[in-house]
């Protein structure tokens, strides 16, 4: 079936294809166009394979998938409770804590899971990415995940995509899900990583050369003899993180170590059946040969001399080879003292990171060193978990002062209980996960977050100095000696195979149609869903600015996760966490704007409160990338849901942009960056144009000033003809709703 379809695509396009093309052209919802699809252009259907949800925003998919009227879901699609889960003391101890304080979540989850055969994956089961690339991802599919971080599938050759859950429920509902055709980067990786290096430092050099926007709009896809060199998870490592550059999705090609991985994991027939088409897995031969003849961009890495890479802090893209971090650490001022060194989460939780991390702790031991840092490992799975317990690695770690906690997301979004005095200190720690916004992991804004391969972050941990170099640095042991840490060693796959007793997974019923779904009314996790109002038919005229976003503005600036996850299910609970991280311009400070009606200043959640009561909308103006980061729709119901009208911004990260189309909110653009300068504190605003709204056509902007003067500029939109009818409807799940 897909040789058929590729040799199809092939001829429509009319030359050899990257392993993307293959992929996409596969998976289309429709027939075969008569023309191929421009890339950066054309709006695509898919039909994905298959779904995934975590827990903090599976809550909102399932609302919304409760109100399409379906028995069961059109697609496979899984649940994985691992976000709400919070580490303090150890794994054990914060996964019964967990269990009961969330004990409402998780068993409307589990009983939506089995009313519509949704295989459910149970609180300490791990964390969606590693689960999935341990279960269901394989080469040449196609999946989407209401998490940003879906695109981990890509280490298996797998084209998956994270999106709001708008999209997720769609796909869910048994209908196409559209995506813009994505543009093409490739990275030629030659030669092979010695040392210290490992494939975190790829994706951390590669942040560093396209930054936090410079993958928006494009799949990444990676090859050449160094590609087939790594192993599939650290091949799910690169992917991962490139979220972190806004791509749509990373790949690599299939190869031996894809195949070594499936079967390692249980799933040697999906091997056999990938060796059979293994050239189909692959791009063509001419692609790899000329790459600059197929791809929008080509980047060249040498990983010969490739040195490890720390990133930071406060984004992901501040990228330093080791060599030089010293010097920064310095001339930047950074708190030298290293606090805490954390290790796993869905980026780097492989039998390979672990060996890696443990063989470093292992000549610590012996060495006479302890961690003077607080080190911190979370398994990214039950069968990590259980495996490396059994080869000794978790020891490994517990000797020199490790703290093993829950196979969950954790201090990696903010669920973390700190043992700290001052909540607001100045200080520095270092993980091996992908994001590290302001505030990202302890809810403090002077933590800098620096990210880095676990094997880099233990020798860190050990030394407790960020002014530390593993490679060329000595440390002084208990007995006073200097001592020096080798190069880390680590091992693929397990040699004595992968083990678990209870892997976590609960399968749904062959029928669930009599399962009842009880939402309290009181709840104050849980809220079913009002549908959102339709467009009025007219212009939008004189809303209020609630807010003037400046600088960086991600989702954790829209909606913060940390405390807030508790209200993922409950949209007006949550919506009080609206925009609290964002910068005002005007005054530069978080969560303190001006009321236009009482020209008082107070909170942005109460302030759009104010206006919505008072029958008013209102509009957020922001920067570049807005709404980068993480695929939470609230981050677009919030506004949605306190009346904001418009978000208008220098430009979009992708998902964010799209969760808002669905929402039935105005996501515009200035065509004119400079015009972002014009608005002012006091202006009341009106988008003109909305009675003839259509695909490519401008809209307008008047604001109207305090002091009586106007001024006005078009902006752009991104909306095809589908979208605008969302808007008109006031959501996609309203259209939806009508056509049933
Ligand atoms: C993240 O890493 O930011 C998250 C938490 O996994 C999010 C999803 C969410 O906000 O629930 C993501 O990356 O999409
Ligand atoms: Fe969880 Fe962190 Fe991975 Fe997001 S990036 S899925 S919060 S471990």
């Not at 093309?21 to 054309?42: A, Q, T, V």
């Not at 019964?96 to 300490?124: C, H, M, R, T």
């Amino acid at each position: 079936m897909l040789p058929s379809k590729i040799e199809k695509a092939r001829k429509l396009v009319n030359r050899p294809l990257t392993l993307s093309e293959k992929i996409l052209y596969s998976h289309l919802w429709d027939e075969l166009p008569s023309k191929p699809f421009g890339r950066g252009e054309d709006y695509v259907n898919f039909g994905p394979d298959r779904v995934a949800m975590q827990d903090a925003t599976a809550q909102m998919a399932l609302l919304q998938f409760m109100t399409a009227g379906r028995n069961r879901t059109a697609v496979p699609s899984t649940v994985h409770c691992d976000h709400l889960i919070q580490a303090s003391v150890g794994a054990s101890a914060d996964l019964g804590i967990a269990l009961s304080q969330n004990k409402e979540v998780y068993d409307f989850l589990e009983s939506v899971s089995a009313k519509y055969g949704i295989g459910f994956w149970k609180p300490g089961a791990g964390i969606i990415h590693q689960v999935i690339l341990e279960n269901y991802a394989f080469p040449g599919g196609m999946m989407i995940g209401t998490d940003s971080h879906t695109v981990n599938a890509g280490g298996l050759g797998m084209i998956a995509i994270g999106v709001g859950g708008a999209d997720a429920m769609d796909v869910m509902a048994g209908m196409a899900w559209e995506l813009k055709m994505p543009k093409l980067i490739g990275v030629k990786l030659t030669g092979k990583m010695n040392g210290w290096t490992s494939a975190k430092d790829i994706i951390l050099k590669v942040a560093g050369i396209l930054t936090v926007k410079g993958g928006t709009g494009c799949i990444v896809e990676y090859f050449g003899d160094g590609a087939d060199s790594i192993s599939a998870t650290g091949k799910g490592t690169i992917c991962n993180m490139g979220a972190e550059i806004g791509a749509t999705t990373s790949i690599f090609g299939y190869d031996a170590k894809m195949s070594d991985y499936l079967k390692a994991t249980g799933r040697e027939e999906i091997a056999t059946l990938a060796n059979g088409i293994w050239a189909d897995l692959r791009a063509d031969e001419d692609v790899y040969k000329s790459p600059s003849t197929y791809f929008d961009q080509v980047i060249e890495i040498d990983l010969n001399t490739l040195e490890p890479y720390v990133n930071g802090p406060f984004t992901p893209d501040a990228a330093y080879p080791i060599s030089e971090f010293v010097k920064v650490v310095k001339e930047k001022g950074y708190p030298q003292k290293l606090e805490v060194g954390l290790i796993g989460s869905c980026t780097n939780s492989s039998y390979e990171d672990l060996t890696r991390a443990a063989s470093i702790a292992r000549q610590a031991t012996a060495k006479n060193l302890t961690a003077k840092a607080e080190f911190v490992i979370t398994p990214g799975s039950e069968l990590i978990r259980y495996t490396t317990e059994r080869d000794g690695l978790l020891g490994d770690f517990e000797k020199i002062g490790g703290v093993v906690m829950a196979n969950a997301c954790g201090p990696c979004i903010g669920q973390w209980k700190r043992h700290t005095d001052d909540p607001e200190k100045s200080n520095s720690i270092i993980t091996s996960f992908n994001r590290n916004f302001a505030k990202r992991n302890d809810g403090n804004p002077n933590t800098h977050s620096f990210v880095a391969s676990p094997e880099i972050v233990t020798a860190y941990a050990i030394s407790g100095d960020l002014c530390f170099n593993p490679l060329t640095d000595s440390l002084v042991n208990e007995a006073g000696e200097k001592v020096k840490l080798d190069e880390p060693k680590g091992i693929e796959l397990p040699v004595a195979g992968f083990d678990v007793k209870d892997a976590g997974y609960l399968a749904p019923p062959a029928d669930g149609s009599a399962i009842n779904i009880v939402v309290k009314p009181d709840s104050e996790r849980l809220q079913l869903l009002e549908p959102f109002g339709a467009w009025k038919g007219a212009d939008l005229l004189a809303l209020p600015l609630l807010i003037k976003a400046k600088g960086k503005c991600t989702t954790d600036h829209i909606s913060m996760a940390g405390p807030w996850l508790r209200f993922r299910g409950h949209l007006d609970n949550i919506s009080n966490n609206m925009l609290i991280g964002a910068l005002n311009f005007f005054n530069e400070k978080t969560n303190l704007i001006k009321n236009q009606l009482n020209g008082e200043y107070d909170t942005v959640p109460a302030t759009a409160r104010a206006y919505k009561a008072a029958g008013l909308g209102s509009i957020v103006v922001g920067d570049e990338n807005y709404g980068e980061g993480s695929s939470r729709e609230h981050a677009a119901m919030e506004p949605r849901h306190l009346g904001v009208r418009a978000i208008l911004v220098k430009s979009f990260a992708r998902i964010h942009e799209t969760n808002l189309k669905k929402q039935g909110m105005l996501a515009l653009t200035f065509a004119d960056k400079a015009d972002y300068e014009l608005i002012k504190e006091d202006d009341r605003i009106d988008i003109v144009g909305l009675t003839s709204f259509a695909p490519g056509k401008l809209l307008t902007i008047v604001l109207h000033h305090s002091d009586g003067t106007t001024e006005q500029f078009p902006v752009n939109h991104t909306y095809n003809q589908m979208q605008i009818d969302w808007f008109k409807a006031g959501g996609a799940l309203n259209l939806l709703r009508m056509s049933l």
